[in-house]
């Protein structure tokens, strides 16, 4: 008999942690003594904030004795599908933080348990990586690759979680037996009858060594994991815990007796570090992986490929919620707040942790959970605006005639998507200050709803715009719920916003056109052009970058299959015939072609509308989609799936490219899985992938690659030669019986829901060698959308002479914009005159001649409003100093060091210069002083 070590692993995974154990142990000994680890840290300070001291303190203690273990430690478990890697890290860092404050380093979390998402993202093993975790524990990956990977003991493997970041970006993975739940028929759940058990634990225990030697098979050491838990358990914890100390004292008499079987409480921290010592003794050299976990199949007819699109609308919602964090917290730190403002700040933050849920933004839940997520992002962007205003007004102050000044009540207008803004609808004057939270200089399209009559638009420097009125598609004009004047949008450029930094625009209606002033007329020569067949009004062509591109768009819907086969939800997508159905053989065209942009608004029917822009200055072009109101259960009783398909003439051999979280491009290809062979049973659904930010095709010999930039996170895949496809919106009249127990068929003012968003398409040569390739055009779109220039608006009743003398018009929080490689992805208050500063370098090794290589930026004397003192740089997380940090090294062979130190010696410098290598992320606490403001 082989000797193992069993480990029983409890968790939780809903709230209500009851059961306090008083004895003590040290970490990881074998001891009988109960453990327990807890994931979700939005949960665990629900319960924290209503405990009394006493309890408090228990809790501290079987967190310093290692009785209670703290994993993962983000705001929620977060999906990895539709979740931005932006968002992600800063769940991560909001939670730690928390962890850190209550608990301090023994709380701090070491594996990265993601158990129930739907698969897994190279990203998220990335950014786990980079926390300094030592491993990761996965529930749930494709049914097929499951199989082979048990039947080859590959379920632990070491993961090369970023190409560029190379073996340090290593960790080491471990796919889980049993998912989350309790081997069968060791159930000690209300719901589970486990009383007549009880009577024999012999019988109980053979069961037990069943698993266990079916799991010995698998696992290449001789630890094997028990997890205790599932949905909704622990409701009689003390019974659980009871029944546990029976079985494991039972194996502790068995072992006198010579049995080699060990069974104990332990935790995932000391399943990796006995799972790391067998790995030193016996030289185990860990398979590697280099792909992901997407997508995800539970079985041959369930693809969970529904759910990259499920409530698209919650979907955008969810970014413009990082779109305001970000600039929230970047004015926060720029206006020099104090403290006043930081519970205002953590509303949003923690409806932001929540909606990156696996729940959440992936579209699994109830109705009325969706729509309390709605209302927890609502009231987080209503916290956040009196931040952005007390900066603003802060930042625009003159100090000379600071007695004179009102405060300028600074808004946003979050329906502009509708065309509806009653401030810009009803004024007379309003001003328009356009934040950039890009730390380079960027131009913006900005664009508001306006009634009939003739709009002036001033700069700060007094130049007065070309300013275009463009009628409002009467399919935006009628959507549901819509309550505006307007009948316009109003649309000017906001030249070289500065980085960190805005402009104010001063906009006049008058009811006559004025003569007297001439436009600065802008000489730019039409780089974008798109041509419409004569015949049915498709698009057909699109010159861009220098190149011409033959393709069509159109619209499609899937229907979704029926019985026997099984249905589409909000997790599948079950489509009931490969080929889509297409929705118009004409298009109605209406062009409106003006010195800002040129639009073409395109109806195809009732419910599916569409205006493609070309702007002078921007190489892409946009196709702004209205889609719904869906048609409903009566008259058409099946889920309706409605795609947008690009058509072009690339010749692709099957593949093409999708984001992971927004950031590594990975290549597909149909029906084909890079690291197992996979058997094609959904020839759609199952080339489906999540589409965070970007899917692309290329044509070797044509030297073409054509890109499509998403607003939101969607499902995409390459079905044919040339094409790129994505999925807009959907209703799944049936529910696919995952867990929501409800059919998805959202509505919105009594109709099916309207959903609006745009896609940016791209093309151009990416072989040949050229000052701006095509990578970098796609990222800087990318970027310039993900955290798009924020509209704020105001009335004033200043004329625009008064307004700028009184106010700064234009700021800059950066003294210098920094390289196109690097990003500012966090700025954020940490603190007493601290703050978290995380900079990024965006590209990848290979994607750009110049602007791939290493960069490196001097911080000193960059801000504008505080002078940097002192800077420690931390692990991710922001909750360990780097050089502390020490992972477990899983690469041993030939090695005589176990453990790495993420810290990059070379690249600390107290001189406040940062290096950074490609896709290279760096988070600094920096310490600093306020600038007299002049
Ligand atoms: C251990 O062996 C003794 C003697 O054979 C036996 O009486 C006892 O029941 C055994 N214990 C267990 C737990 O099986
Ligand atoms: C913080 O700043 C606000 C103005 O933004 C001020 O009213 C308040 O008194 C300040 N609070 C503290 C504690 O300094
Ligand atoms: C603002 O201050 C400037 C210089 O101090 C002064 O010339 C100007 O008249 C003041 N404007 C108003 C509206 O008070
Ligand atoms: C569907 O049909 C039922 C009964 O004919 C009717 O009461 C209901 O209003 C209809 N629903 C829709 C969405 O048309
Ligand atoms: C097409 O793809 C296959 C498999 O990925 C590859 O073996 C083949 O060389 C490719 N053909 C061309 C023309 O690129
Ligand atoms: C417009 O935006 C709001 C808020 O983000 C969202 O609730 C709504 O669904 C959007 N409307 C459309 C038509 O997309």
């Known amino acids: 008999m082989k000797r193992s070590s069993i480990i029983i692993i409890l968790f939780l995974s809903d709230p209500g942690l009851r059961v306090f154990l008083p004895v003590v142990l040290n970490f990881c000994t074998h001891s009988r003594t109960a453990v327990f680890i807890y994931v979700e840290s939005a949960f665990l300070f629900k319960w924290w904030k209503e405990q009394p001291r006493l309890v408090r303190s228990k ?211 000391c399943y990796l570090k006995a799972v790391h010592e067998s790995t030193t003794k016996l030289n185990i050299m860990w398979p590697k992986k280099f792909d992901d976990f997407f997508p995800y199949a539970s079985l041959p007819t369930r693809y969970w490929t529904g759910f990259y699109t499920s409530r698209p609308a919650l979907k955008r919602f969810e970014r413009i919620g990082n779109n305001f964090l970000q600039v929230c917290k970047q004015l926060y730190v720029l206006a020099r707040l104090n403290n006043t403002y930081r519970t205002n700040l953590a509303t949003l933050q923690e409806a932001m942790g929540v909606m990156q849920h696996h729940d959440a933004v992936t579209g699994t839940e109830q109705q009325h959970v969706a729509d309390d997520y709605a209302k927890l992002l609502t009231e987080g962007l209503n916290k956040c605006s009196p931040i952005a205003m007390t900066s603003l007004n802060t930042l625009s102050s003159t100090k000379s005639n600071g007695s004179k000044q009102s405060t300028i009540p600074y808004t946003s207008c979050f329906l502009r998507n509708i065309s509806q803004c009653k401030l810009t609808e009803e004024a007379e004057n309003f001003i328009a200050t356009i934040y950039n939270p890009l730390s380079r200089v960027i131009d913006y399209y900005v664009r508001v709803p306006v009634t009939k009559g003739h709009y002036v638009v001033v700069s700060p420097n007094g130049d007065e715009l070309q300013a275009q009125l463009i009628p409002i598609h009467p399919h935006v004009l009628n959507a549901p719920g819509r309550k505006s004047k307007a009948t316009l949008d109003l649309v000017f450029v906001a030249t070289e916003l500065p980085p960190l930094g805005f402009k104010t625009f001063y906009v006049t209606k008058r009811s006559k056109p004025k003569l007297s002033r001439n436009h600065r007329q802008s000489e730019i020569e039409q780089k974008t052009f798109v041509k419409f067949s004569r015949i049915n009004g498709y698009l057909n062509k699109i010159i861009i970058n220098q190149k011409a591109v033959p393709i069509r768009q159109e619209f499609y819907y899937y229907k979704s299959a029926s019985k026997p086969k099984e249905p589409s939800g909000a997790y599948l997508f079950n489509p009931a015939h490969n080929t889509p159905i ?259 370098h965006i590209f990848e090794k290979h994607e750009d001649l110049i602007l791939s290589r290493p960069v490196e930026i001097n911080l000193e004397d960059l801000f504008a409003a505080f002078k940097l003192i002192y800077i420690r740089e931390t692990t991710l997380g922001g909750n360990q100093w780097l050089d502390e940090n020490k992972r477990r090294d899983f690469n041993v062979v030939g090695k005589i060091s176990n453990r790495k130190n993420l810290s990059n010696r070379r690249n600390v410098n107290s001189k406040f210069i940062i290096n950074l290598d490609p896709l290279q992320i760096r988070t600094f606490v920096i310490w600093i002083k306020s600038l007299k403001t002049k």
Not at 243 to 252: E, M, S
Not at 596 to 615: A, G
């Open 59 to 269: 809790f501290r203690k079987l967190i310093n004795n290692g009785q209670l273990e703290l994993i993962s430690g983000a705001w929620s478990m977060n999906d990895e599908a539709t979740t931005h890697y932006q968002s992600i890290i800063d769940q991560f860092t909001y939670g730690l933080k928390a962890i850190d404050a209550v608990f301090g380093p023994r709380g701090r979390p070491k594996v990265g348990w993601q158990i129930d998402s739907f698969g897994h993202s190279k990203q998220m093993a990335s950014i786990f990586s980079q926390l300094g975790f030592d491993g990761i524990f996965l529930g749930r990956i494709d049914y097929q690759d499951k199989k082979i990977r048990f039947e080859t003991k590959t379920a632990e493997m070491l993961w090369r979680a970023s190409d560029s970041l190379g073996q340090k970006s290593e960790i080491f993975t471990h796919i889980l037996y049993n998912g989350y739940d309790a081997p069968k028929d060791i159930c000690f759940e209300e719901f589970c009858d486990f009383r007549e058990f009880f009577d024999f634990p012999q019988n109980l225990w053979e069961n037990l060594i069943e698993n266990v030697e079916n799991q010995l098979k698998i696992y290449k050491t001789n630890n094997v994991i028990l997890t205790m838990g599932y949905d909704f358990s622990y409701r009689q914890a003390e019974v659980l815990f009871r029944k546990l100390d029976t079985l494991i004292k039972y194996g502790k008499a068995l072992q006198r007796n010579g049995s080699q079987y060990n069974l104990m409480y332990s935790t995932p921290s």
């Open 582 to 840: 297409k929705i118009a053989e004409r298009v109605k065209n209406k062009f409106y072609i003006g010195e800002v942009v040129k639009e073409i608004h395109q109806t195809f029917n009732t419910w599916i509308s569409q205006i493609i822009r070309i702007y002078p200055k921007e190489n892409f072009v946009e196709f702004n989609w209205s889609v719904g109101p869906l048609p409903s259960t009566n008259r058409t009783r099946h889920s309706t799936e409605v795609i947008s398909r690009f058509v072009s003439s690339l010749h692709t051999n099957a593949t093409f490219y999708t984001d992971s979280n927004g950031r590594e491009m990975m290549k597909r290809i149909i029906n084909w899985r890079p690291s197992w062979k996979l058997h094609v049973t959904q020839p759609t659904s199952g080339n489906y992938y999540p589409v965070t930010t970007k899917i692309l095709i290329r044509d070797p010999k044509k030297d073409l690659e054509v890109a499509v930039l998403t607003d939101r996170a969607q499902g995409g895949t390459s079905l044919h030669n040339g094409h790129i496809e994505l999925m807009l919106h959907r209703n799944c009249l049936k529910d696919d019986k995952l867990g929501v127990g409800e059919i998805l068929n959202e509505f919105a003012f009594d109709k099916p829901l309207v959903v609006r968003g745009s896609h940016y398409l791209v093309a151009g040569s990416y072989l040949t060698p050229s000052n701006e390739s095509i990578a970098s055009i796609e990222k800087d779109i990318a970027q310039r959308k993900h955290l798009e220039a924020w509209t704020f608006l105001s009335k004033t009743n200043y004329d625009y002479t008064s307004y700028k003398e009184l106010y700064n018009m234009e700021y800059s929080g950066l003294k210098r914009a920094l390289p196109k490689n690097v990003h500012i992805l966090t700025l954020e208050p940490w603190g007493n005159k601290k703050i978290l500063l995380r900079l990024e």
